[in-house]
């Protein structure tokens, strides 16, 4: 009977203590799920986005901290800025016709250099329909710009082009695909400086990018375009591939563009390979060397064959940055260098280390 009223007593103890420990955990969880809650309370205030020669506001519901705008607001603060560009040519028949936006409060517009080639006349369509006769002003074919000019009312205001660019940030791509003007989608900033679309370092998005988008803008959660959409791989071959022109690459070019009608693009006058390991073998390169850039062609009268540079030269800096992989040296020529600049190039030669001296001309 002792020992049964001692199990009892036991059996009480264990269920007392697990209240104990019970009630204190299910009451935090419950000021967690209360705490997580607050957290994603939603609060409505107004967000003004102001331009040169414009501000709208308009009232929206955000998640508390949350800095960005979804991508209803992203539309309704950006969209005025979107145009559709229709290109025709000399005989008045349509050749193109693409996205573009409003770059500052003169009537610039940019879109793509493949969009306005062999036009003569061109017109752009702003979101609510009105449409007004553009000039080119100015375009480059190397990294797909161009700049249109319009007399274009202040309601349509321009767009702040983005000074960083994050990846994995949210995007939005809007346009004119397939001539559905006014369409929007989303994705994020994929990865940065990829080569092969373009002469310069390209943005790749896996926000969708059809033909008529080209030359509409990309933007980020905070209304700044990243980048001008300029190619979509199509599904059947890639899904969720598409690129752009970074806004890092726009602001150099574009102000160009405006000024001068074109826009020169540094020149080496080399043509080669990135090594690694197996492709340095593959040439008979000692050991040591397991990357930079190979020349196997140099142009002749280029800055290149001016300058001493020789066919098998390993080229594995310039000035102070390391040559190592794509797109090391197309990344320098875009950012760092313009044509009239001179650059140290560091070679390996025969196994020797050698610096060459180089000014760079301009791109033919």
Do not use: C, W
Request: proline residues 6%.
């Amino acid at each position: 009977m002792a020992s049964k009223f001692v199990g009892i007593i036991i059996v009480a103890l264990l269920v007392i203590t697990g209240i104990a420990i019970l009630v204190p955990m299910i009451l935090g969880y419950a000021a967690y799920l209360q705490s997580g809650l607050s957290l994603i309370e939603t609060k409505t205030t107004t967000v003004t986005y102001t331009n040169p020669a414009y501000t709208k506001t308009v009232t929206v519901t955000y998640v508390v901290g949350n800095a960005s705008y979804d991508a209803s607001i992203i539309f309704q603060l950006t969209s005025p800025s979107v145009v559709q560009v229709t290109v025709y040519d000399k005989n008045y028949q349509q050749l193109s016709l693409g996205s573009g936006f409003i770059y500052d409060s003169n009537g610039h517009v940019i879109t793509n250099e493949h969009v306005v080639e062999g036009g003569t006349y061109f017109i752009v369509m702003t979101y609510d329909n009105e449409m007004f006769e553009a000039r080119l002003v100015g375009k480059d074919s190397y990294a797909d710009l161009a700049v249109l000019e319009a007399e274009l009312p202040e309601k349509y205001p321009p767009l702040k082009l983005a000074e960083v660019i994050t990846i994995g940030e949210p995007v939005y791509a809007i346009g004119s695909p397939f001539g559905l003007t006014g369409s929007i989608t989303s994705g994020i900033v994929s990865q940065v400086n990829r080569t092969g679309i373009t002469y310069v370092p390209m943005l790749q998005t896996d926000a969708a990018i059809n033909p008529g988008n080209s030359g509409g803008p990309l933007i980020n959660s905070r209304g700044e375009v990243v980048g001008v959409a300029t190619a979509g791989i199509e599904k059947s071959v890639a899904e969720g591939v598409g690129f752009a022109v970074p806004s890092t690459i726009v602001k150099r070019i574009v102000p160009e563009l405006i000024k001068n009608g074109v826009y020169k693009h540094p020149y080496i006058g080399i043509y080669g390979e990135y090594l690694d390991p197996i492709v340095a073998s593959s040439y008979g390169l000692p050991k040591s060397i397991t990357s930079g850039f190979i020349i196997t062609q140099i142009v002749s009268n280029s800055p290149a064959a001016k300058s001493g540079l020789k066919v098998k030269d390993v080229i594995i800096a310039i000035d102070d940055y390391p040559i190592k992989k794509d797109p090391d040296l197309n990344y320098l020529m875009a950012y760092k260098y313009s044509p009239g600049d001179t650059v140290i190039i560091t070679v390996i030669r025969d196994g020797r280390t050698v610096n060459i001296q180089l000014t760079l001309g301009e791109r033919p």
